[in-house]
């Protein structure tokens, strides 16, 4: 039998990937077609594929490699944990070291209250935690009618059946019957697609305000929990005006609504603080964690709780768990990820230093011809594709037809920027040099130039 690895030649890999594996989110054939890229190996912010091309790597993976690529500290203690205690369960009152210091590690990390940690696998499985979690404490608070989420359209919190639903995304919900019972979605705070004539300030607002139209609507008595992005990421890195949060935080403490915060992409110092809730100064009773947690070296998630949630739920026994929830060599791994980012000042350094370079030379972005606006907090970041930045027009072509043009020069650039709709974004590893935004944004401008002589 052949081995496969990454000796064999690129189309033979391709030939055997498109004949036994379905990707995520893509259309088999059209992947049957043009063959998947063959990423071989990574370090820092750059990937190499199969034909030796160097990739800059700006969306760090799927969001997640907030350290970089290639610690290999993190393998080390992989092996290590591997060896000691491959895995044991957290069911039936049994727990191991590494899941009480990362449990010890995210409390410390986290904002004030918020100190017990339930792990999951996932950003998505953490969400499907949080569906029963929230149900379950308003029942044992003797509200078992307080039942209905509330979410937003165009959110992404993730791909099960559960998670789906709490997001806002109208494709997936074609797929599959989504959203289940109990899911009611309000309107974004995208200002750019969605504002018209409104002030962003204004904007901000009256999209905060249907939260609590939606409440009043609903009944005070049938609403459990409000959850959101602080930052919409899949979405297209929606930035909110500065007038939402502070709105949605009134509404959810007059009407005793619990707020999840969604961090699985805002967390582990993406937007320059440890938390996205800390970016846009919110009290979330719950916080959705994954990806940065272990920089994506390995597959954790988990929803992070606050006191008082703890202790309602504490009180009965919650029957909600997975085979998986706080795995050993997750756990190491995630602790050695924290310990990086926190002992060598990778998040401390970001914030400071390299946010507000990136900040300055990505908002640059806003003078190409073909573009509206470029907004970033932290290290995600968004430019609005548009032939009017003036009236905020959409292009002729279909919505997203442009996004995929000026990704295709990206990649053909060697650089990884991802598109939503007519949007570009990024969200590069912490750990990326002043150089490395210097090419970043200079690859940019080259594919976005690119792009447009084929539009005009
Ligand atoms: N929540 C948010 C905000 C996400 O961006 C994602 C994934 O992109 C998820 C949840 C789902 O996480 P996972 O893909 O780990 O299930």
Redesign the pocket.
């Known amino acids: 039998m052949t081995k496969i690895s990454n000796h064999l030649p690129t189309a033979e890999l391709q030939a055997l990937d498109a004949a036994h594996h379905v990707h995520p989110f893509t259309t088999q054939t059209e992947l049957a077609e043009r063959g998947a890229r063959v990423i071989t190996g990574a370090q820092g912010c750059w990937l190499t594929d199969s034909e030796g091309h160097s990739i800059l790597d700006a969306m760090a993976g799927?969001?997640?490699v907030n350290i970089g690529y290639g610690r290999t500290e993190l393998a080390e203690v992989a092996a290590r944990q591997m060896t000691e205690l491959p895995y044991y369960n957290t069911f039936f009152m049994t727990t191991h070291a590494p899941v009480i210091a990362l449990s010890k590690k995210l409390a410390e990390l986290a904002p004030e209250g918020l100190n017990k940690v339930m792990f999951a696998?996932?950003?998505?499985?953490?969400?499907d935690t949080n569906i029963r979690l929230v149900r379950t404490y308003w029942a044992e608070k003797g509200k078992p009618e307080k039942q209905t989420i509330i979410s937003r359209w165009n959110?992404?919190?993730?791909?099960?059946v559960g998670?789906g639903s709490l997001?806002g995304m109208k494709g997936m919900h074609m797929q599959g019957g989504l959203p289940i019972p109990g899911i009611h979605h309000i309107d974004q705070p995208d200002w750019w697609s969605e504002g018209g004539d409104m002030s962003p300030e204004d904007f901000g607002l009256e999209r905060a305000q249907q939260l609590e139209k939606a409440i009043l609507e609903l009944g005070e008595e049938n609403v459990a929990a409000f959850i959101a992005?602080p930052v919409?990421?899949?979405g297209g890195v929606i930035v909110p005006p500065e007038t939402y949060w502070p709105e949605i935080q009134r509404i959810c403490d007059k009407y005793e609504i619990l707020l999840i915060a969604?961090?699985?992409?805002?967390g582990f110092g993406r937007t320059g603080h440890w938390f996205g809730s800390q970016a846009v100064g919110i009290r979330p009773d719950i916080m959705?964690i994954?990806?940065g947690l272990s920089s994506g070296y390995q597959?954790i998630?988990g929803s992070i709780l606050s006191d008082e949630v703890a202790e309602v739920i504490g009180a009965t026994e919650f029957n909600h768990g997975y085979t998986y929830s706080g795995h050993p060599v997750a756990s190491a791994v995630a602790l050695e990820n924290l310990r990086i980012l926190d002992e060598e000042g990778v998040v401390e350094t970001f914030g400071s230093v390299t946010a507000p370079y990136l900040k300055e030379k990505f908002e640059g972005l806003a003078r190409h011809p073909m573009v509206g606006e470029a907004k970033i907090v932290g290290g995600m970041g968004s430019i609005a594709l548009t032939p009017d930045a003036e009236s905020r027009a959409k292009f002729k072509a279909p919505g997203g037809t442009v996004g995929y043009m000026v990704r295709e020069r990206c990649f053909a650039n060697n650089l990884v920027m991802r598109h939503v709709g007519d949007r570009m974004i990024i969200s590069p590893p912490l750990v990326i040099s002043k150089e490395e935004i210097d090419t970043l944004i200079e690859r940019a401008w080259t594919s976005l130039d690119e792009a447009m002589a084929q539009v005009k």
Do not use: M, R
């Open positions: 799927l969001w997640c696998s996932s950003g998505s499985e953490a969400n959110a992404y919190h993730g791909s099960s998670s997001g992005e919409q990421g899949a969604d961090e699985v992409i805002c959705t994954a990806k597959p998630g």
